[in-house]
């Protein structure tokens, strides 16, 4: 168990949907990065917070956002959904920036 | 040409026997991250190393900064090995921290 709590675990919606995925980092973590992994890209940096502002942005479509709340969790916003977007998000914490990275267990999304 | 390159992209094993996982990269790095990701789906850090040799169990990790090349190593294979191995390295952009690059990963089988 890494200590990451990531939910739901599967997400299953339609095309022009909204999603909101949910990251609890371990606890003392002050680092949260979100990471897309698909069956043609592999695993994609998408966004990376630290103590709440954010820090660093990868490949993050504009129709994506994310935030990192006071209390540390994060959520990642995903919008106007389309077929490409199917994915496994995971989301990691670390203590501080450049440290080993802790990964939850993914959200599995599906769209249909 | 991918700024990470892994080799082999799959390898089936004996058991028992000793597994090479190579990582060549081509960016200035300060860091080269080794991951575990689980047929779950889950991943597990396995080793963070920005120079030398580390060691954790049957797993050892090494990097060469000169030849930009780090190898994993396995020695007397389980069947519980089996999963995909993921190098990732952390460009460095002038000392600042960059964010993570992944390769495509190693599908390893151990077969029993």
């Known amino acids: 168990d890494s200590g990451v709590t990531q939910t739901p675990k599967h997400l299953i919606t339609a095309t022009g949907q909204r999603v909101t995925l949910r990251c609890s980092p371990r606890?003392?973590?002050?680092?949260v990065y979100w990471y897309q992994q698909s069956l043609d890209q592999g695993l994609q940096f998408l966004i990376q917070?630290?103590?709440?502002?954010?820090?660093a942005k990868g490949n993050i479509l504009e129709r994506f956002s994310a935030q990192q709340f006071p209390d540390l969790h994060s959520e990642l916003n995903l919008s106007s959904l389309e077929l490409g977007d199917s994915a496994l998000y995971f989301c990691?914490?670390?203590?501080?920036?450049?440290?080993?990275?802790?990964f939850g267990d993914g959200t599995r999304l599906s769209i249909l | 040409k991918n700024e990470v390159e892994q080799s082999p992209q799959n390898l089936t094993a004996q058991e028992g026997e000793f597994i090479t996982i190579n990582c060549s990269y081509s960016?200035?790095?300060?860091?080269l991250h080794w991951l575990q990701q689980h047929p779950g789906g889950g991943i597990v850090s396995l080793f963070m190393?920005?120079?030398g040799k580390k060691k954790h169990g049957r797993l050892i990790a090494t990097i060469n900064i000169q030849e930009k090349h780090s190898s994993l190593h396995i020695t007397a294979s389980h069947p519980r090995d089996s999963a995909v191995y993921i190098c990732?390295?952390?460009?460095?952009?002038?000392?600042?921290?960059?964010?993570?690059?992944f390769g495509k990963g190693t599908k390893l089988s151990v077969k029993p």
């Open positions: 990691a914490s670390s203590v501080a920036i450049g440290q080993p990275q802790h």
């Open positions: 606890s003392g973590d002050l680092s």
């Open positions: 917070y630290y103590n709440g502002e954010e820090r």
């Open positions: 960016v200035g790095i300060s860091a």
């Open positions: 190393l920005s120079s």
């Open positions: 990732a390295v952390r460009e460095n952009y002038g000392g600042s921290q960059g964010n993570l690059i």
